[in-house]
């Protein structure tokens, strides 16, 4: 059965690329929606059985790699922690196979695009079910490939071109860095396994590297590594750029790579590697801020966003943090619980935006909307749903997760001493709800509700998606109303042993029990309170105090701040500026002068020009006079001699140095004679 979930993917693809001519769009379709239908439904037998059972699948198929220490097998573990992405990869692929079946209908390459589809299941099914470093890291550039391919689907649209090099280029910087993990991995261990360095962790503990006469803590280094690996794929402050321009790709791809999937891949990172991350308080920390920093830039980012995929995709961005900060605080159940819950509202929301689209022929822009609650009504329940969930509202999916990561940083706070710098990611998160719940009822009023800027002949084409649209819709919205309910207990229930040993946290940090019945009811209504502010606020600028708020903006100061977040504080710009500048000392000093200056000048093409010019002008020195033989004699003996006599007031060890000027006169000559 679990090799089923791997090869039913892999063989679904070769079967599409090599016969999917023969089969036809609707052959295709149906073929891959049948297929993955039933991969998700193995993998969901696969968590039952591992769930309560217990019942870990480790195995290993063939040799892949053998060279002295290095010994690299095809193995796949299949534990708590990976059979519950797999189920969220299969079930939301099928659901998003499925939809695209009808959003891509009338496009040429629809074949061409479920064959990405699948590929990238495949890729990321192996990711998740590795069992050593080597093969995570071919799921890992294997699903960072199939991105590059689907965010640049519509290859004749600039905009999609670029975002999907952007994409690649930041995700490289990930890249190398997890790749140095790996190695400095492998240096300490001595092995890429998963079960061998695991094991002896804690053993571990004192190993430090000599870098620039420093001594650094190896469990520190790997775990800034891995982390910065994680930071590219789960798009965190800082490499977080690629994002929202991954929305140039068709809807359907960013509800299952840019929301649910492939961004989930950095914190399974963090997740798989908890033994070490708990041994490496400077590395946490640093997970910590950066989680909690995430959360509010792109909260705040989402306010000022007009096209309505970007302000889902800041909200996937925001959401990401808040699973990052969990991990930061050594909650890895919380985090995953808060990830499996993520996934099923955020793709619905995405799929909603489709069928948004879709019904307005390709229209994203939400001021270009508005009084679409009449015309797409089963739509709006589904995203109203949604928005629900994403806000946090009691009883919802979201609640539940997203508001005790909050309550666990709270506690954390005053609990510990030693960890009581981490209290600024408890602001953080509080703040990041408000701006969550502002943009989410943003989104819904410009959308449904508003008066409608679209042209006549939009709003008389706009109509509901046919089945295969709305079905997905629908059992993402029974996943986002009842799953956080019923998995609670399963996943950060007191006395659950669901995670087994596929996450370790040390007791210094277990504090959920604290979080749960410690706390008193005013503090865990501020989230809450802080959703119905948001609510309210963008009720009373959006309908009562309009003309306000206009004349607010017209304040220089007002206009500056809400610039800063319009532009996503500035990064596109500076980092467009880094690169400029690093490009042209790359061609300016670089190229000009070393490359073509100094090395052309000094080295082998010097040589061979300088050299018959120095040849002509001894020669001319051969004239047969007496007295010139004379003079270069006597001035040679004069050079010498002068050498040699400051070489006796002068340190012994200085003569090379005067052996480089002479050096640097002579070669000064050569370039004047060129």
């Known amino acids: 059965m679990y090799l089923l979930i791997i090869l039913i993917p892999?063989?679904?693809?070769?079967?599409?690329?090599?016969?999917?001519?023969?089969?036809?769009?609707?052959?295709?379709s149906i073929f891959i929606c049948v297929w993955m239908f039933i991969c998700s439904f193995f993998s969901w037998l696969g968590l039952f059985e591992i769930g309560f059972f217990g019942s870990i699948n480790y195995f290993k198929?063939?040799?892949?790699?053998?060279?002295?220490?290095?010994?690299?097998?095809?193995?796949?573990?299949?534990?708590?922690?990976?059979?519950?992405?797999?189920?969220?990869v299969t079930t939301i692929s099928s659901l998003v196979y499925l939809y695209s079946t009808s959003y891509m209908k009338y496009d040429p390459h629809i074949i061409r695009f479920l064959t990405y589809l699948m590929a990238f299941s495949f890729f990321m099914i192996v990711l998740v079910s590795s069992n050593n470093l080597v093969q995570l890291f071919v799921g890992w550039e294997g699903v960072g490939l199939v991105s590059y391919l689907l965010i640049n689907f519509w290859f004749t649209r600039l905009n999609a071109n670029q975002a999907a090099i952007k994409a690649l280029l930041v995700n490289r910087i990930g890249d190398f860095s997890l790749l140095l993990g790996i190695f400095t991995i492998f240096y300490i261990f001595q092995s890429v396994d998963y079960s061998i360095i695991f094991s002896i962790v804690p053993y571990m503990d004192s190993q430090n590297f000599l870098f620039f006469q420093k001594k650094?803590?190896?469990?520190?280094?790997?775990?800034?590594?891995?982390?910065?690996?994680?930071?590219?794929?789960?798009?965190?402050?800082?490499?977080?750029?690629?994002?929202?321009?991954?929305?140039?790709?068709?809807?359907?791809?960013?509800?299952?790579?840019?929301?649910?999937?492939?961004?989930l891949a950095g914190v399974y990172l963090i997740l798989r590697f908890s033994p070490f991350l708990e041994f490496a308080p400077k590395g946490l920390f640093i997970i910590t801020f950066f989680g909690a920093i995430t959360c509010i830039y792109a909260a705040t980012s989402g306010i000022f966003q007009n096209d309505i995929k970007k302000i889902i995709a800041y909200s996937t961005c925001s959401q990401l943090g808040y699973m990052v900060l969990a991990c930061g605080i050594s909650n890895y159940n919380v985090a995953i619980?808060?990830?499996?819950?993520?996934?099923?509202?955020?793709?619905?929301?995405?799929?909603?935006?489709?069928?948004?689209?879709?019904?307005?022929?390709?229209?994203?822009?939400?001021?270009?909307?508005?009084?679409?609650?009449?015309?797409?009504?089963f739509t709006y329940s589904m995203m109203?749903?949604?928005?629900?969930?994403?806000?946090?509202f009691p009883f919802l999916t979201g609640f539940y997760s997203k508001d005790f990561i909050i309550e666990l940083v709270l506690i954390l706070k005053y609990s510990l001493a030693e960890n009581y710098d981490k209290s600024f990611a408890y602001w953080f998160s509080c703040f990041a709800v408000f701006c969550t719940s502002f943009y989410s009822f943003k989104l819904l009023f410009f959308t449904f509700i508003n008066k409608s800027n679209s042209s006549r002949i939009k709003i008389k084409n706009v109509h509901?998606?046919?089945?295969?649209?709305?079905?997905?819709?629908?059992?993402?919205?029974?996943?986002?109303?009842?799953?956080?309910?019923?998995f609670k207990d399963l996943f950060i229930g007191i006395g659950s042993n669901f995670w087994g040993l596929s996450l370790f946290m040390l007791p210094n940090y277990l504090n959920w029990i604290e979080a749960e019945e410690n706390l008193i009811l005013s503090l865990k209504l501020v989230p809450l309170t802080l959703t119905i502010?948001?609510?309210?606020?963008?009720?009373?600028?959006?309908f009562l105090v309009v003309n306000f708020i206009i004349s607010i903006k017209l304040f220089k100061i007002n206009r500056w701040v809400i610039t800063f977040f319009t532009k996503q504080w500035y990064f596109d710009q500076i980092y467009n500026f880094l690169v400029i500048f690093l490009l042209n000392i790359g061609y300016k000093v670089t190229f000009k002068i070393i490359d073509r200056g100094f090395l052309e000048i000094f080295g082998p093409e010097g040589l061979l020009r300088s050299i018959p010019k120095w040849a002509y002008t001894f020669c001319n020195f051969q004239l047969g006079y007496f007295i010139h033989y004379i003079f270069i004699i006597i001035f040679s003996i004069v050079l010498f001699s002068l050498i040699n006599f400051l070489k006796i007031f002068l340190f012994t060890h200085s003569f090379l140095i005067w052996k480089i000027i002479l050096l640097f006169l002579l070669s000064f000559i050569s370039l004047y004679t060129l």
């Open 10 to 28: 892999l063989i679904s693809t070769c079967v599409i690329i090599f016969f999917g001519r023969f089969l036809g769009k609707f052959g295709v």
């Open 61 to 88: 198929s063939v040799n892949w790699i053998s060279s002295y220490m290095l010994n690299v097998c095809w193995g796949f573990l299949f534990d708590s922690v990976s059979i519950v992405i797999i189920v969220i």
């Open 216 to 263: 650094l803590n190896g469990l520190n280094l790997i775990a800034i590594l891995l982390f910065i690996g994680a930071c590219s794929k789960s798009a965190q402050f800082g490499l977080h750029t690629w994002l929202k321009d991954a929305m140039e790709g068709p809807t359907p791809v960013s509800a299952l790579l840019h929301s649910s999937t492939m961004v």
């Open 337 to 377: 619980y808060h990830l499996f819950n993520h996934s099923w509202f955020k793709a619905l929301l995405f799929l909603c935006a489709g069928s948004v689209i879709h019904a307005l022929g390709n229209e994203q822009d939400l001021r270009k909307m508005g009084s679409l609650i009449q015309l797409l009504p």
């Open 384 to 392: 109203l749903i949604g928005t629900f969930a994403l806000i946090g």
């Open 464 to 486: 509901e998606g046919s089945f295969f649209l709305k079905a997905p819709l629908f059992i993402l919205s029974v996943c986002s109303i009842f799953f956080g309910f019923l």
């Open 533 to 542: 502010l948001g609510f309210f606020l963008i009720f009373c600028t959006n």
